[in-house]
């Protein structure tokens, strides 16, 4: 018998206490002996609090109240029928796809420019990334302040332009105010997508586009079918992460809006907020977060798979 550890070994059923149990492979417990420590640390940090968060959705938990009386599925049955909570969905999921679409854009427009040969291409490269590396409460703050209703620079250029005679309440008007936020994340998350798609972008061969350009293809025919489709596993994997972390954003709205004018930018982080520290529901609250996750799920199964799917490639 070969006794070679890369040789697979035979795995012989056995009886075990009435069990069929089965013989690992040589070197399977040291597999598992190091992964250990990851697996005890995932479930500390993810599978400890998750399993929490579950329980106190199901109970009527109070913040400062040590009683906590097992209600099933009442906090979500509540959630349902708030009409808050509706509306929370649906501006939670029209932020995120709006976002998406204006960061896709921006950041391939711009990915495409800085993969010119530019004679200041380094500089602009370091300069593009900036707004996605400041912190995101310097960048409420300061958008704060240009989107003021009274002395922000948005009102002021607009006058200026004699695009407008009065101030607009960019912050305090339910029918901008939604917009204005989204327009802020779409300036924070496009560098990442141009980053990404400018690393992609130049994995593309230019032996392609030279070889198409020969052909008679012009740069219109070129980007459909050489760029496009050379950047679309940077371009999902990036979707996929921005869409996670956009679904999930708090600070940048709460900072600026705080979830106003009255429901106009309650997404669901801010609803949960709301719930859980200023109601004091902390169970009603956490059912609100729960809700999220199914839809964070998904996203992060396309995500797994599509990785998955790259690295077979």
Same mark, same amino acid.
């Given at each position: 018998?070969?006794?070679?550890?890369?040789?697979?070994?035979?795995?012989?059923?056995?009886?075990?206490?009435?069990?069929?149990?089965?013989?690992?492979?040589?070197?399977?417990?040291?597999?598992?002996?190091l992964v250990?420590?990851?697996?005890?640390?995932?479930?500390?940090?993810?599978?400890?609090?998750?399993?929490?968060?579950?329980?106190?959705?199901?109970?009527?938990?109070?913040?400062?109240?040590?009683?906590?009386?097992?209600?099933?599925?009442?906090?979500?049955?509540?959630?349902?029928?708030?009409?808050?909570?509706?509306?929370?969905?649906?501006?939670?999921?029209?932020?995120?796809?709006?976002?998406?679409?204006?960061?896709?854009?921006?950041?391939?427009?711009?990915?495409?420019?800085?993969?010119?040969?530019?004679?200041?291409?380094?500089?602009?490269?370091?300069?593009?990334?900036?707004?996605?590396?400041?912190?995101? !409460?310097?960048?409420?703050?300061?958008?704060?302040?240009? &989107?003021?209703? #009274?002395? /922000? =620079?948005?009102?002021? $250029?607009?006058?200026?332009?004699?695009?407008?005679?009065?101030?607009?309440?960019?912050?305090?008007?339910?029918?901008?105010?939604?917009?204005?936020?989204?327009?802020?994340?779409?300036?924070?998350?496009?560098?990442?997508?141009?980053?990404?798609?400018?690393?992609?972008?130049?994995?593309?061969?230019?032996?392609?586009?030279?070889?198409?350009?020969?052909?008679?293809?012009?740069?219109?025919?070129?980007?459909?079918?050489?760029?496009?489709?050379?950047i679309i596993?940077?371009?999902?994997?990036?979707?996929?992460?921005?869409?996670?972390?956009?679904?999930?954003?708090?600070?940048?709205?709460?900072?600026?809006?705080?979830?106003g004018p009255?429901?106009?930018?309650?997404?669901?982080? !801010?609803?949960?907020?709301?719930?859980?520290?200023?109601? &004091?529901?902390? #169970?009603? /609250? =956490?059912?609100?977060? $729960?809700?999220?996750?199914?839809?964070?799920?998904?996203?992060?199964?396309?995500?797994?798979?599509?990785?998955?799917?790259?690295?077979?490639?």
């Amino acid at each position: 018998m070969n006794l070679d550890t890369q040789t697979p070994v035979t795995v012989m059923p056995s009886r075990l206490f009435g069990w069929r149990a089965y013989r690992l492979p040589r070197d399977a417990g040291l597999g598992y002996l190091l992964v250990l420590p990851i697996v005890v640390l995932l479930l500390g940090l993810v599978g400890y609090p998750f399993v929490l968060a579950i329980w106190q959705s199901l109970h009527w938990k109070l913040i400062g109240v040590q009683e906590a009386p097992f209600i099933g599925l009442g906090n979500y049955i509540d959630s349902v029928k708030d009409p808050i909570f509706r509306h929370s969905v649906f501006i939670t999921v029209l932020y995120t796809l709006v976002a998406q679409a204006g960061k896709v854009s921006l950041g391939l427009m711009v990915a495409l420019i800085l993969n010119q040969r530019l004679p200041i291409r380094s500089f602009l490269r370091g300069v593009v990334i900036l707004p996605w590396a400041l912190p995101t !409460v310097a960048s409420a703050l300061t958008f704060m302040w240009m &989107l003021s209703g #009274g002395y /922000g =620079v948005f009102n002021y $250029v607009l006058r200026q332009l004699h695009l407008i005679t009065t101030n607009i309440n960019w912050l305090s008007s339910p029918d901008l105010a939604l917009w204005a936020v989204t327009g802020v994340n779409i300036w924070r998350g496009f560098p990442f997508f141009a980053i990404c798609l400018l690393a992609g972008l130049q994995s593309i061969s230019q032996e392609l586009h030279e070889a198409a350009s020969v052909d008679g293809a012009s740069a219109i025919d070129r980007f459909w079918h050489i760029t496009i489709p050379g950047i679309i596993p940077v371009l999902t994997v990036t979707s996929l992460l921005s869409a996670i972390w956009t679904i999930n954003d708090f600070t940048l709205i709460w900072v600026m809006t705080q979830g106003g004018p009255s429901t106009a930018t309650t997404v669901l982080p !801010v609803l949960t907020y709301r719930a859980a520290f200023l109601s &004091l529901e902390l #169970g009603k /609250g =956490v059912a609100v977060s $729960v809700a999220l996750v199914p839809l964070v799920v998904v996203l992060i199964f396309l995500l797994v798979r599509t990785l998955s799917r790259a690295e077979e490639r």
